[in-house]
């Protein structure tokens, strides 16, 4: 079984939507995606087979103050609006509606990572807890903490998944897959400095104590997955694809410039997918 991972990353998730566009193109097909936050958007974008569907969204919408803004942040408490990007505008009757009923007859074994807000554990949704124009599986997994109050399902808060699983291959070995193509969207040596994320956990600390360790440490843990896959990279069952620079791009930077460039890099940078499928 081939499964396909996308980390997300906010805007940046851009990079994602290039690689797997390339793949529609090419007739790639994967058994098995798993997302985290923007990662998870992608995934099931992919698995409806609606090429070019992400690229409007992380180039166009993204501009709108209804997408996000302070705006937003001061009136609903969340500086991205889940709601409008994963409801009005996916749902059915929205702008650029996903195709719900190809995801539900594709193949494809989904996954979403989103981290439950008060255990600080990964939930690992499925396509089947997705519904006609009900996303909440992607509007958790997208909620970055801080910047948006958790997504609530079912009464559970949700953050993004990103803070307790941010590289989710061994999720996906463990599911079964033989092979798999990991889709980051940061230059594999890129080490961010702590101090930020250690900054902006108090402001969670106090309701969400285990998610607020979890920001502290999300930095050590996503350097400390992607180390503990160099043998799989080795052995030939994993191919990692990242940009080689992301132009000082932060996770919410809106510049059309850089959007499109990053777009068109995932693009260039897919075409080793379809070698490493047919190595043995």
């Known amino acids: 079984m081939i499964g396909v991972v996308d980390v997300g990353g906010g ?4 990079y994602g939507a290039g690689v797997f566009d390339y793949c529609m193109d090419h007739n790639i097909h994967f058994d098995y995606g798993i997302g985290v936050s923007a990662g998870s958007a992608n995934i099931f974008s992919f698995a409806a087979g609606q090429k070019g569907r992400n690229y409007h969204y992380f180039i166009d919408y993204s501009f709108r103050p209804e997408y996000m803004s302070l705006g937003n942040l001061i009136r609903k408490g969340s500086y991205l609006d889940m709601d409008y990007i994963y409801g009005t505008l996916y749902n059915a009757s929205g702008e650029r509606p996903l195709d719900y009923p190809a995801i539900a007859r594709s193949d494809m074994i989904l996954k979403a990572v989103a981290t439950n807000a008060l255990t600080g554990m990964p939930t690992y949704f499925s396509k089947e807890d997705l519904h006609q124009d009900d996303y909440d599986i992607i509007k958790a997994s997208c909620s970055i903490p801080v910047v948006n109050r958790p997504y ?7 953050y993004d998944g990103g803070i307790s699983d941010p590289v989710p291959v061994r999720k996906a070995f463990q599911d079964g897959c033989d092979r798999v193509v990991l889709i980051l969207t940061k230059p594999l040596d890129f080490s961010p400095a702590p101090v930020k994320n250690s900054f902006f956990s108090h402001f969670i600390e106090k309701q969400y104590p285990l998610s607020a360790q979890l920001v502290r440490s999300r930095n050590h843990l996503y350097q400390s997955q992607l180390r503990e896959l160099r043998q799989d990279v080795q052995d030939g069952q994993l ?3 990242a940009p080689k620079t992301i132009y000082g791009m932060k996770t919410l930077t809106k510049d059309k410039k850089i959007l499109h460039q990053l777009y068109l890099d995932g693009m260039a940078d897919a075409a080793c997918i379809s070698r490493f499928l047919r190595s043995e």
């Open 11 to 14: 805007l940046r998730g851009i």
């Open 239 to 241: 191919l990692i694809i």
């Open 152 to 158: 609530r399902i079912h009464g559970v808060p949700y």
